[in-house]
C-alpha cells in the first residue's frame, strides 16, 4: 500500500500555496491556546514569501500547518490549506506522507536536532530518496552527490559519508537544505533557517536559498524574526502578530511605507547604524498579548498609540491599500508617514 | 588618558581535553593572549561569532573560571591579591546572562533574589528589601506588583529587567553583559536598550557589552573589540571600527549584515566557510585560512596587535593598510603611527 502519488496531473496553474481562514488552536494545556487566528495567504509559483514577526506571533504555526506536522489529538485545526490544488488538511495518512517531502519540504533550524545521529548524512538523503522515488540505490547515491554539489559542499564524496556531529553549523544547515531538496519538491519551507549561525555563515546560506530559488524556480516560505533576513531572499513579506497576519505586502513597500502601526513601530524600534550616540529608541510599550486570552478587538490595541475604543470592540477587517498591499487595521489613513528604510 | 578602571593583561586559557582514561589528547585554545583596557564610564562592546572566545573572556574577567595565564587589574589591584579579594571585587563587577531563566533561583521572589547580594555585603535584611524595591522601580517594574512574584510568572523581558536589578544591587562600578538583550524580542530588546542607557547615566557605570547583533553593539558602545578564535582582531571607536573596519576579518563580518534595502541586496557571501574550530587553531594568523588576502607569510607569522591611530583603533594584521585600500600616503602615514601595544 504504497502510496506513491501522481502528483503530474496536478494543474501547473494552481497556485503553490494556498491558504484560507486558518485557524490553530493548541488544546493541550490548562486552558486553549489560539496560535493562529484567521490567517488567510496565496503563494504563487516561483514566489519568495518571509512570514516575519516576534516568537509567539504563530508565523511557525502556520508553516507547520502546511505539512500538518502539529499532534493531531491537541490541536484543532479548521479552515483551507491547498498545495499545489491538493487539499493539505483532507488528506489521509499514506496520502500525507508521500506529499511531505515530495511536494513541500522543511529546513528547520537545528539541523543537529532534525537529523538522524546515527546515520550518515548522505544515508539520511538516500533513504528520502528511495522512500518517494523508485530508483535504485546506486542512482541515489549519485542523486545524493549532486545534491551536496548544488549547495556548495566541499569534496561532497567524502562528506557524504560523514555524520551530523562531524559538520560545522554552516555544512549540517546545507546538508539540511539538500535533504529537503532531495526529491524536487515545489514548495520549500524554511523556519528561521539561519538563526541558530553565526554572521558569516548566514549570509552564505541566505544567498544559498535565493541562488537555489531562482536556478530550480522553487516557492519557499521562509519564517523569520530577523527582518534583514527577510529582506534578502523574500519577493513578499507578511508580518505576523498574535497569530494574525496584520500587514503584507511586497518588500519595498513593507520596509518603505508600512501602514500598520505594529509594523511601523517593529521597523523604527531596530538599533541601527543612523542612530545617534545615546540617542533612546523607539519603543513599543508592553509586551505580546497571552494567546489563551486574546482580546476582543485588535490584539495589538492595548499597544497602539492611535487605538481608540473602536479597536477594542470586534475583529478588525483586513483594509486593501492597493492590490498587493493589506494591512488590517482601522487607522490607516490617520497615521503620520513613517520613516522606515534606513540603511 | 586617565587610568583604566579594568585591565586585562595577556588573559589566556586553554581547556585541556582528555580521552576516555584521563590521559591529556590535545586543549582548546579558548581565550589567547587577550590584553585590552576598559576606560571608566565608557562601554566597550564585544563581537565575534560562536567560539570566538568572548564569553570566555567574559567569564574570565568574573573570576568564575581560573585563567591559564594573565592578569586582571581593578583599579590597578590584581583580582584575588589581598589588595582586593574576590568577595570585593564582586561586588564592584556584575554580570548579567543571557539566559534570564536560568539565571534566577525558582523558589525565591524576585525581591528576595535582588536582595541577597547586598545582604551578604553586610547590609540589613530591611535595608536591602528597600532596595530591592527601589530597583525594581527603577527597571520600570513596580514592586506593588511585581515584589512578591516569582521567575516563571515573568516574561523573558521581565526577568532580564529583575536581572539587571539584581546586578545593580550591590552598587557594583562595572555591568559585564553577555549577550543580555540576545534572547528578546525585537521590541522588547529595545526597551531593555534603552533602560541600560538610562541606568548607565543613572549609576555612572561601565559597561562591557558582549553580543553577536552588530547593530546592537554599534548602538550601544563607544568602542568596539572584535574577536576572532581567541584573539583580538580590532580594537578601536566604535565610529572608527564601522566606517573603516581594517582586519580583513573585520570587514568580512560587517559585510556580512543583510542588507536592510531591498534594492541594494548583498550580492556575494563576503567569506566562505565556518570559522574554524578552536581546538586546533590554524598556524600563524588564525584567520588566514578564510581570508582573501592571506599571503605565505599569514600561515607563519602570528599577527601582534598594531596601531593604526594611537589610543584610537587597533588592528591585529600586518598588510591592513593595502587590505583597506588606502591611498600609499595614508599608508606611509599608518606606518609611521605603528607601535606595537602592550610592549
Same mark, same amino acid.
Given at each position: 500500500m504504497n502510496a506513491v502519488l501522481d502528483f503530474n496531473t496536478v494543474a501547473a496553474s494552481a497556485p503553490a500555496a494556498v491558504i484560507e481562514h486558518l485557524r490553530v488552536t493548541f488544546t493541550g494545556g490548562a486552558s486553549p491556546v489560539r496560535a493562529v487566528n484567521d490567517v488567510s495567504l496565496t503563494l504563487k509559483r516561483g514566489e519568495t514569501l518571509a512570514l516575519i514577526g516576534e516568537s509567539g506571533s504563530g508565523k511557525s504555526v502556520t508553516l507547520r500547518s502546511l505539512l500538518r506536522l502539529h499532534p493531531p489529538k491537541k490541536t484543532q485545526i479548521s479552515g483551507r490549506i491547498e498545495v499545489s490544488g491538493r487539499d493539505v488538511l483532507a488528506m489521509n495518512t499514506s496520502t500525507l506522507a508521500a506529499f511531505r517531502g515530495r511536494v513541500a519540504s522543511m529546513i528547520f533550524q537545528e539541523p543537529l536536532l532534525a537529523l538522524d545521529p546515527v546515520y550518515s548524512v548522505g544515508d539520511q538523503i538516500i533513504e528520502s530518496i528511495q522512500r518517494h522515488i523508485k530508483v535504485s540505490r546506486a542512482e541515489a547515491h549519485a542523486r545524493a552527490l549532486k545534491l551536496f554539489e548544488q549547495v556548495r559542499i566541499p569534496s561532497p564524496e567524502r562528506r557524504l559519508a560523514a555524520y551530523p556531529h562531524e559538520m560545522s553549523g554552516g555544512m549540517r544547515q546545507r546538508v539540511m537544505i539538500a535533504l529537503a531538496l532531495a526529491c524536487d519538491p515545489e514548495l520549500l519551507l524554511a523556519d528561521e533557517p539561519t538563526t541558530a549561525l553565526d554572521a558569516t555563515v548566514q549570509i552564505q546560506i541566505l544567498l544559498l536559498l535565493r541562488e537555489l530559488q531562482s536556478r530550480l524556480g522553487l516557492s519557499i516560505i521562509f519564517v523569520t524574526h530577523d527582518i534583514g533576513a527577510a529582506v534578502e531572499v523574500a519577493d513578499r513579506i507578511a508580518v505576523m502578530y498574535a497569530g494574525q497576519i496584520v500587514e503584507e505586502g511586497d518588500v519595498r513597500t513593507i520596509m $518603505?511605507?508600512? $501602514?500598520?502601526p505594529y509594523t511601523q513601530a517593529l521597523l523604527q524600534s531596530r538599533a541601527h547604524g543612523s542612530l545617534a550616540k545615546g540617542s533612546r529608541l523607539a519603543t513599543i510599550g508592553g509586551a505580546p498579548p497571552d494567546l489563551a486570552n486574546l482580546p476582543p478587538g485588535c490584539a495589538f490595541a492595548p499597544r497602539c498609540n492611535f487605538a481608540d475604543d473602536g479597536c477594542k470592540q470586534s475583529e478588525i477587517a483586513l483594509v486593501s491599500l492597493t492590490p498587493k498591499h493589506h494591512a488590517r487595521c482601522r487607522k490607516t489613513e490617520q497615521e503620520s508617514p513613517p520613516s522606515g528604510g534606513e540603511g | 588618558m586617565n587610568a583604566p578602571i579594568l585591565e586585562v593583561k595577556h588573559l589566556t586559557k586553554h581547556f585541556p581535553l582528555k580521552n576516555a582514561l584521563g590521559a591529556k589528547t590535545g586543549q582548546v585554545r579558548a581565550v589567547d593572549d587577550v590584553s585590552f583596557a576598559l576606560q571608566k564610564g565608557e562601554t566597550l562592546g564585544i563581537v565575534g561569532e560562536s567560539g570566538c572566545g568572548k564569553s570566555t573572556t567574559a567569564r574570565l574577567l568574573m573570576q568564575l573560571i581560573a585563567p591559564t595565564a594573565g592578569d586582571v587589574l581593578f583599579e590597578g589591584k590584581a583580582v584575588g591579591s589581598s589588595e582586593l579579594p574576590l568577595k570585593e571585587f564582586h561586588r564592584q563587577v556584575q554580570m548579567v546572562f543571557q539566559d534570564s531563566y536560568s539565571s534566577l533561583n525558582p523558589r525565591l521572589t524576585v525581591e528576595t533574589s535582588i536582595a541577597f547580594g547586598p545582604q551578604m555585603h553586610g547590609v540589613s535584611a530591611r535595608d536591602a528589601v528597600v532596595r530591592a524595591r527601589d530597583l525594581l522601580d527603577r527597571v520600570g517594574l513596580d514592586p506593588k506588583r511585581f515584589a512578591g512574584r516569582y521567575p516563571h510568572e515573568l516574561s523573558g523581558g521581565q526577568r532580564q529587567r529583575v536581572n539587571i536589578a539584581r546586578a545593580l544591587a550591590v552598587q557594583p562600578r562595572i555591568v559585564i553583559l553577555d549577550e543580555a538583550v540576545s534572547a528578546l524580542d525585537k521590541s522588547v530588546e529595545a526597551q531593555v536598550l534603552n533602560l541600560l542607557l538610562d541606568l548607565k547615566d543613572a549609576f555612572d557605570l561601565t559597561y562591557l557589552f558582549i553580543s553577536h547583533d552588530l547593530n546592537v553593539v554599534r548602538y550601544i558602545s563607544d568602542r568596539v573589540m572584535v574577536m576572532y578564535l581567541g584573539q583580538v582582531a580590532e580594537l578601536g571607536e566604535t565610529e572608527s571600527i564601522f566606517a573603516t573596519p581594517l582586519h580583513p576579518y573585520s570587514q568580512a563580518l560587517l559585510a556580512s549584515m543583510p542588507s536592510m534595502d531591498p534594492d541594494h541586496r548583498t550580492e556575494a557571501p563576503p567569506i566562505a566557510g565556518d570559522p574554524p574550530n578552536p581546538i586546533n587553531p590554524p598556524s600563524g594568523c588564525r584567520f588566514h585560512t578564510r581570508c582573501k588576502f592571506a599571503q605565505a607569510a599569514c600561515s607563519v607569522n602570528a599577527q601582534p596587535l598594531l596601531a593604526y591611530k594611537a589610543n584610537q583603533h587597533y588592528v591585529a594584521c600586518e598588510f591592513f593598510a593595502a587590505n583597506a585600500h588606502l591611498s600609499i600616503a595614508s599608508t606611509e602615514k599608518a606606518a609611521a603611527e605603528l607601535t606595537e601595544v602592550h610592549a
Amino acid at each position: 500500500m504504497n502510496a506513491v502519488l501522481d502528483f503530474n496531473t496536478v494543474a501547473a496553474s494552481a497556485p503553490a500555496a494556498v491558504i484560507e481562514h486558518l485557524r490553530v488552536t493548541f488544546t493541550g494545556g490548562a486552558s486553549p491556546v489560539r496560535a493562529v487566528n484567521d490567517v488567510s495567504l496565496t503563494l504563487k509559483r516561483g514566489e519568495t514569501l518571509a512570514l516575519i514577526g516576534e516568537s509567539g506571533s504563530g508565523k511557525s504555526v502556520t508553516l507547520r500547518s502546511l505539512l500538518r506536522l502539529h499532534p493531531p489529538k491537541k490541536t484543532q485545526i479548521s479552515g483551507r490549506i491547498e498545495v499545489s490544488g491538493r487539499d493539505v488538511l483532507a488528506m489521509n495518512t499514506s496520502t500525507l506522507a508521500a506529499f511531505r517531502g515530495r511536494v513541500a519540504s522543511m529546513i528547520f533550524q537545528e539541523p543537529l536536532l532534525a537529523l538522524d545521529p546515527v546515520y550518515s548524512v548522505g544515508d539520511q538523503i538516500i533513504e528520502s530518496i528511495q522512500r518517494h522515488i523508485k530508483v535504485s540505490r546506486a542512482e541515489a547515491h549519485a542523486r545524493a552527490l549532486k545534491l551536496f554539489e548544488q549547495v556548495r559542499i566541499p569534496s561532497p564524496e567524502r562528506r557524504l559519508a560523514a555524520y551530523p556531529h562531524e559538520m560545522s553549523g554552516g555544512m549540517r544547515q546545507r546538508v539540511m537544505i539538500a535533504l529537503a531538496l532531495a526529491c524536487d519538491p515545489e514548495l520549500l519551507l524554511a523556519d528561521e533557517p539561519t538563526t541558530a549561525l553565526d554572521a558569516t555563515v548566514q549570509i552564505q546560506i541566505l544567498l544559498l536559498l535565493r541562488e537555489l530559488q531562482s536556478r530550480l524556480g522553487l516557492s519557499i516560505i521562509f519564517v523569520t524574526h530577523d527582518i534583514g533576513a527577510a529582506v534578502e531572499v523574500a519577493d513578499r513579506i507578511a508580518v505576523m502578530y498574535a497569530g494574525q497576519i496584520v500587514e503584507e505586502g511586497d518588500v519595498r513597500t513593507i520596509m $518603505r511605507s508600512p $501602514r500598520h502601526p505594529y509594523t511601523q513601530a517593529l521597523l523604527q524600534s531596530r538599533a541601527h547604524g543612523s542612530l545617534a550616540k545615546g540617542s533612546r529608541l523607539a519603543t513599543i510599550g508592553g509586551a505580546p498579548p497571552d494567546l489563551a486570552n486574546l482580546p476582543p478587538g485588535c490584539a495589538f490595541a492595548p499597544r497602539c498609540n492611535f487605538a481608540d475604543d473602536g479597536c477594542k470592540q470586534s475583529e478588525i477587517a483586513l483594509v486593501s491599500l492597493t492590490p498587493k498591499h493589506h494591512a488590517r487595521c482601522r487607522k490607516t489613513e490617520q497615521e503620520s508617514p513613517p520613516s522606515g528604510g534606513e540603511g | 588618558m586617565n587610568a583604566p578602571i579594568l585591565e586585562v593583561k595577556h588573559l589566556t586559557k586553554h581547556f585541556p581535553l582528555k580521552n576516555a582514561l584521563g590521559a591529556k589528547t590535545g586543549q582548546v585554545r579558548a581565550v589567547d593572549d587577550v590584553s585590552f583596557a576598559l576606560q571608566k564610564g565608557e562601554t566597550l562592546g564585544i563581537v565575534g561569532e560562536s567560539g570566538c572566545g568572548k564569553s570566555t573572556t567574559a567569564r574570565l574577567l568574573m573570576q568564575l573560571i581560573a585563567p591559564t595565564a594573565g592578569d586582571v587589574l581593578f583599579e590597578g589591584k590584581a583580582v584575588g591579591s589581598s589588595e582586593l579579594p574576590l568577595k570585593e571585587f564582586h561586588r564592584q563587577v556584575q554580570m548579567v546572562f543571557q539566559d534570564s531563566y536560568s539565571s534566577l533561583n525558582p523558589r525565591l521572589t524576585v525581591e528576595t533574589s535582588i536582595a541577597f547580594g547586598p545582604q551578604m555585603h553586610g547590609v540589613s535584611a530591611r535595608d536591602a528589601v528597600v532596595r530591592a524595591r527601589d530597583l525594581l522601580d527603577r527597571v520600570g517594574l513596580d514592586p506593588k506588583r511585581f515584589a512578591g512574584r516569582y521567575p516563571h510568572e515573568l516574561s523573558g523581558g521581565q526577568r532580564q529587567r529583575v536581572n539587571i536589578a539584581r546586578a545593580l544591587a550591590v552598587q557594583p562600578r562595572i555591568v559585564i553583559l553577555d549577550e543580555a538583550v540576545s534572547a528578546l524580542d525585537k521590541s522588547v530588546e529595545a526597551q531593555v536598550l534603552n533602560l541600560l542607557l538610562d541606568l548607565k547615566d543613572a549609576f555612572d557605570l561601565t559597561y562591557l557589552f558582549i553580543s553577536h547583533d552588530l547593530n546592537v553593539v554599534r548602538y550601544i558602545s563607544d568602542r568596539v573589540m572584535v574577536m576572532y578564535l581567541g584573539q583580538v582582531a580590532e580594537l578601536g571607536e566604535t565610529e572608527s571600527i564601522f566606517a573603516t573596519p581594517l582586519h580583513p576579518y573585520s570587514q568580512a563580518l560587517l559585510a556580512s549584515m543583510p542588507s536592510m534595502d531591498p534594492d541594494h541586496r548583498t550580492e556575494a557571501p563576503p567569506i566562505a566557510g565556518d570559522p574554524p574550530n578552536p581546538i586546533n587553531p590554524p598556524s600563524g594568523c588564525r584567520f588566514h585560512t578564510r581570508c582573501k588576502f592571506a599571503q605565505a607569510a599569514c600561515s607563519v607569522n602570528a599577527q601582534p596587535l598594531l596601531a593604526y591611530k594611537a589610543n584610537q583603533h587597533y588592528v591585529a594584521c600586518e598588510f591592513f593598510a593595502a587590505n583597506a585600500h588606502l591611498s600609499i600616503a595614508s599608508t606611509e602615514k599608518a606606518a609611521a603611527e605603528l607601535t606595537e601595544v602592550h610592549a
